[in-house]
């Protein structure tokens, strides 16, 4: 039933460009000079019917089914409902769906089998109705769009507005997620703060989200200081991008500049290979083989080190954001015209010279994006950190004591049982909330530095 | 015949910097050079001529192994520069081209400063000691290059903000800032205007003093004006090396007069 109004759709646009384009055809056969091509015409009407009427079919089928279920609810006999809650009418909403479909369990009383008997009319009326509309703009669009076909009318501009409107609208939708996710957030940051003090989630140094949950649980009272998590996602961004940034840069270096040919066409696919390792099988690499040689190692020489080290999690995290920035920085080399190749050699530099002198900080900017985008992988990494990290907040900045991360406190805040209405969930709002600012300043300020610093050769 | 002789009497009077035995040039399976011999002269200017596509820009490329970044580019023969096989494993292509300098068919500024532009030479051979002596070269490297006046007042400004010509100018300073003993310039003066034109060619005339220079024109007036020798190329032949007089006045070889004359190319 909801694919005839679709099909209805495709044909009109079909019809919709064969006619203008036969139309326009015409008037060209006839001898006339077309302002544009015909080709344009039948796409001018094809998109005036396409997108007027698409829209109109999702609406519907967004709006259907709350608007009915209004409906059915009103028209139920006066007096039954009175003083029921809201989940309680829910029920009876959903027992008279079920009826409608032919899922009758017991006896049910007669209103809610004629209110099922209603849904059931209701909703066949509204396709219907959907289909009558469908077809009756799509005929009032072709009409319209086929009178405007003259040789001066201007399809091809008419078609560039149209696709340009589109194209704003599908720019917009990133922006307007975007705005969607800051407000909620801040609404339920907002919530947080009303139970917790600013100053004690921003410059607290105790991160102990337990807290009671029921009247007569024992439990101490939570503590929310937000400075041991950040800390902790600090510490092992770090020691991750102490990993990557020279990996990654060294190897996209050799393989874009020294790399002979065969050995490109294998390390090239490998390090992409790496790009695509599920970030849970890095989690048991840095389990099972970087965490008991970290500890071995710790041993051997006489340093105490915990089982959950940031070092092994930020370590093989480092790994897994090598191949970011190794592509990026080598897309980037790449993309430097050879002709300042040829100078920098031509004046008699070496191919390291013409490397550090020239590519490098030609390439700055798209090597700067690399690395941003390894740092926000890092920040926002999880997965490596709960296996092999820790769940413990603690005040540290050692690398070989376990840390955990403020993605790891958001996943732990959330799972299980949880109601909207107490801290322990809220925190998790505010931290997303603190992860988003500190991300976001870090992406200004990169941009601001590479503004600063970049050699552009256009 | 008796024209060849006189040729290679005056040969024989000033010394040869570069002598190109038997070249080949292969990119690929295209055979872009077929066996040229050409003795380049200290001192001189020599023009290379000829239509487009026969190959002026390739050899000139093998004369400071440029062609050595290009993968499929394979080149056979002897090259001698004052004697010395510059193909042999034992020469090292950085100084080579320290020494053989070159200004390329399209201007290519580095996208820094255009006293960076002018110094980078200079930095990387240690040529100055110190900052005064720097600014010293990049001053006089810009005076020769004849774009002094344009330019002293903002050298900080990026060199890929000069306008064509301009760009070609600095490159031009940039390639004499090194010092090299030759200088190759290919069409260097393509995107220039006549006065700055002029400006170059008078350059070249006294860069002539102290060193070799080969240059690639498509303007035999240009050719006529700036050059000792001219060499002219045709589908990868050097088909005529001569005197420039002798070449623009009484070419010996069918080919090269119809080129001269406007008739192939
Ligand atoms: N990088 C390259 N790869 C493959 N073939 C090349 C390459 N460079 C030049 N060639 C070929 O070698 C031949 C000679 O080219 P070259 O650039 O030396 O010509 P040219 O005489 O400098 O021409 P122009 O006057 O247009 O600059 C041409 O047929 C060209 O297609
Ligand atoms: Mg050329």
């Known amino acids: 039933m909801t694919a005839l109004p679709f099909l209805l759709l495709i044909l009109a646009t079909l019809a919709g460009y064969l006619l203008n384009r036969m139309a326009a055809g015409s008037i060209r056969a006839n001898g006339a000079r077309l302002h544009s091509m015909i080709s344009y015409h039948g796409m001018f009407a094809a998109l005036l019917v396409l997108v007027p009427v698409l829209t109109i079919i999702l609406l519907w089928l967004a709006f259907e089914g709350p608007i009915i279920d209004r409906v059915v609810m009103s028209g139920l006999p006066d007096g039954l409902l009175d003083g029921q809650g809201d989940g309680a009418l829910q029920l009876v909403l959903a027992e008279i769906k079920s009826i409608s479909r032919g899922q009758i369990f017991g006896t049910p009383e007669d209103w809610k089998i004629a209110a099922a008997d209603s849904y059931s009319a209701l909703r066949t009326q509204s396709d219907w109705w959907m289909v009558a509309v469908v077809a009756g703009v799509s005929l009032a669009i072709i009409g319209f769009a086929r009178s405007r076909v003259t040789a001066e009318f201007r399809a091809r501009q008419g078609v560039e507005r149209i696709v340009s409107g589109l194209m704003i609208f599908c720019s917009t939708v990133a922006v307007f997620t975007t705005i969607g996710i800051i407000v909620s957030l801040s609404y339920e940051t907002v919530r947080f703060l009303d139970r917790v003090p600013l100053s004690e989630f921003l410059f607290g140094t105790n991160w102990e989200p337990q807290i009671p949950l029921r009247e007569d649980q024992i439990a101490a009272e939570g503590a929310f200081g937000w400075l041991p998590v950040i800390l902790g996602t600090m510490v092992i961004t770090v020691v991750a991008l102490f990993v990557a940034i020279p990996v990654g840069l060294l190897s996209a270096i050799y393989l874009n500049e020294f790399a002979p040919r065969k050995l490109r066409a294998v390390i090239k696919p490998v390090l992409e290979i790496l790009a695509g390792v599920p970030t849970v099988v890095y989690g048991f690499f840095a389990v099972l083989v970087v965490a008991p040689a970290i500890r071995d190692l710790g041993q051997s020489i006489g340093i105490d080190v915990a089982p959950n080290t940031a070092l092994a999690a930020g370590g093989v995290m480092g790994i897994m954001l090598v191949p970011f920035i190794s592509s990026f920085a080598d897309d980037a080399l790449s993309a430097v015209p050879s002709s300042l190749r040829d100078a920098a050699l031509g004046l008699g530099s070496t191919r390291a010279e013409m490397m550090t002198t020239v590519l490098f900080p030609a390439a700055i900017p798209g090597i700067v994006g690399g690395v941003l985008l390894a740092v926000s992988r890092a920040i926002g990494e999880t997965m490596i950190v709960v296996m092999a990290a820790g769940l413990i907040a603690k005040m540290t900045i050692n690398p070989l004591d376990s840390v955990t991360t403020v993605t790891v406190q958001i996943v732990t805040l959330l799972i299980g049982d949880t109601s909207f209405d107490n801290p322990k969930t809220l925190a998790a709002f505010a931290l997303g909330m603190m992860l988003f600012l500190v991300t976001l300043m870090i992406n200004v300020f990169a941009l601001r530095i590479v503004r600063k610093y970049r050699e552009a050769y256009d | ?265």
Request: proline share 5%.
């Open chain 2, 1 to 265: 015949m008796y024209d060849t002789a006189k040729t290679e009497s005056a040969l024989e009077q000033t010394e040869t910097k570069i002598s190109a035995r038997n070249v080949q040039v292969y990119y690929g399976d295209t055979h872009a050079i077929k066996d040229v011999n050409v003795e380049i002269e200290d001192k001189t200017v020599t023009a290379f001529i000829g239509p487009s596509g026969c190959g002026k820009s390739t050899f000139l490329r093998c004369l400071n192994r440029m062609n050595d970044t290009i993968d499929i580019c394979r080149v056979t023969g002897d090259i001698l520069l004052d004697g010395e096989d510059i193909y042999d494993p034992k020469v090292d292509p950085v100084q080579l081209r320290a020494k053989v300098g070159m200004v390329f068919q399209k201007p290519n500024p580095f996208p820094k400063s255009i006293y960076d532009n002018i110094a980078y030479g200079p930095r990387i051979h240690g040529l100055a000691r110190g900052k005064a002596e720097l600014d010293e070269i990049v001053e006089k490297s810009l005076r020769r290059g004849a774009i002094w006046d344009e330019v002293k007042d903002r050298l900080d400004a990026p060199g890929t903000g000069l306008s064509g010509g301009q760009q070609q100018r600095l490159c031009i300073a940039r390639a004499i800032a090194t010092e090299p003993e030759v200088l190759l310039m290919d069409e260097p003066c393509s995107a220039l205007d006549p006065i700055a034109t002029a400006q170059v060619e008078e350059l070249i005339d006294e860069l002539r003093q102290s060193y070799s220079v080969v240059i690639v024109t498509h303007s035999m007036q240009q050719a006529a004006r700036v050059s000792q020798k001219t060499a002219f190329f045709h589908l990868g032949n050097l088909v005529e090396y001569g005197e420039t007089g002798q070449i623009f006045t009484n070419p010996e070889d069918p080919r090269t007069e119809s080129y001269i004359t406007g008739r192939i190319g």
